[in-house]
């Protein structure tokens, strides 16, 4: 006989920490970063009670080097941090990037740049995510825009770690991490899982970066006896550095591919109201909540205003934008930043639709500076 789930008044960083736990999370490894601090403290007391492991590293470069460390060991691995902490973590982003080691981080984002006001709520780190590591290499992205759902997109960031072999950034803010709702979080049973995939070759046959047949080679765990070479230089399909075109060229292709084809998993959104629109809101994470009562507001006088609010902003959901704004000549992205996400709705649409609603000063965009644009566009 099951229990019915009961409702619970949670905190988002705690949701994320919970999420993590749900998904199979065994290794926790991070430094204490206001405004992510919280899902290190939940995960240090719960991450014991399932047999995991938690341990506080020295800064954010160790933790994130930990984290990769413990992923090709097998386990399912996750850190936290916010701004500072991850323009700490690039370097080793873009290696587990290069070596294909699944791994969740979560940047739960301040105002900034630099130390900026740790308490004060930002989504200042957009671009970051995508371009913060050097090099060509595809990333995904998560931005939640509630309690729940950052319980839910963190169960789909470690899905998608495993499934594509990558580095997954979940994109919390202050408001979402810090803020209290009423929820209810779905029983075990209900939860779908991602398994990393095993091979069916004998050892001395497996090659962990193989091009074909799939484009996502299984990943065997140290320990298991399999050997194999892991190096952030470029390599071979065994591993080992190499120069040739003909080996780098491919597995740059499949690295791009096995996002590429799997884009219509990958990119989660919202959308409401955009068949009988006149004028498109785009928004995502804290800023989302005001654009939806925003929109409810508007409607009300009259208005024919879809909206659509993105879960998944990298790989950034190019055709989707396309598509709902297609017939729309106004189209208004806010955000707490000075125009990132607007950087890319901009470029496939247009820079002449586009309004943008911008607040970088540590403070909530609000309903009416949304509704001000609306009107303005009337």
């Not at 591993?239 to 060229?249: A, F, I, K, L, M």
């Not at 990958?266 to 409401?272: G, H, K, Q, S, V």
Request: glycine content about 8%.
């Amino acid at each position: 006989m099951t229990t019915e789930p009961s409702a619970r008044l949670m905190q988002g960083d705690a949701a994320c920490a919970e999420g993590a736990i749900a998904a199979g999370c065994y290794f926790f490894a991070g430094y204490p970063i206001t405004p992510a601090t919280e899902i290190a403290e939940v995960l240090a007391r719960r991450l014991p009670q399932v047999g995991g492991r938690f341990i506080q590293m020295e800064d954010e470069i160790a933790s994130i080097a930990a984290v990769i460390g413990a992923a090709v060991g097998g386990a399912k691995a996750m850190t936290a941090t916010s701004g500072p902490g991850l323009s700490l973590m690039q370097e080793n982003i873009g290696y587990a990037a290069m070596t294909e080691i699944p791994c969740v981080i979560v940047d739960v984002q301040r105002l900034g740049p630099s130390t900026g006001r740790p308490t004060s709520p930002s989504q200042g780190d957009v671009m970051a995510a995508r371009w913060g590591a050097h090099g060509d290499h595809p990333i995904i992205a998560l931005c939640p825009s509630s309690v729940r759902e950052t319980f839910d997109l963190t169960v789909q960031a470690f899905n998608f770690a495993e499934l594509y072999r990558t580095p997954v950034i979940l994109l919390l803010d202050e408001v979402i991490g810090h803020m209290r709702e009423r929820v209810t979080l779905p029983s075990p049973e209900e939860i779908e899982l991602v398994e990393r995939p095993s091979t069916t070759v004998p050892p001395e046959w497996y090659k962990p970066y193989e091009n074909f047949p799939a484009d996502v080679p299984p990943l065997m765990p140290f320990g298991t006896g399999y050997r194999y070479h892991i190096t952030g230089l470029h390599h071979d399909e065994r591993g080992y550095p190499t120069n040739r075109s003909d080996e780098v060229q491919p597995w740059l292709d499949r690295i791009f591919r096995k996002i590429e084809r799997s884009l219509s998993e990958i990119l989660l959104y919202d959308a409401d109201g955009i068949e009988n629109a006149e004028t498109l809101i785009i928004a995502y994470g804290a800023t989302a909540r005001s654009a939806r009562y925003a929109v409810e507001k508007a409607r009300k006088r009259g208005r024919e205003v879809g909206f659509l609010a993105l879960k998944t902003l990298w790989p950034f959901p190019e055709e989707v934008v396309e598509h709902a704004a297609a017939r729309l000549h106004r189209v208004v992205v806010p955000e707490m930043n000075m125009g990132q996400i607007a950087l890319e709705v901009e470029r496939v649409i247009g820079r002449h639709k586009v309004r943008r609603v911008n607040r970088a000063d540590g403070e909530m965009i609000q309903p009416a500076q949304i509704l001000a644009a609306i009107e303005e566009w009337a």
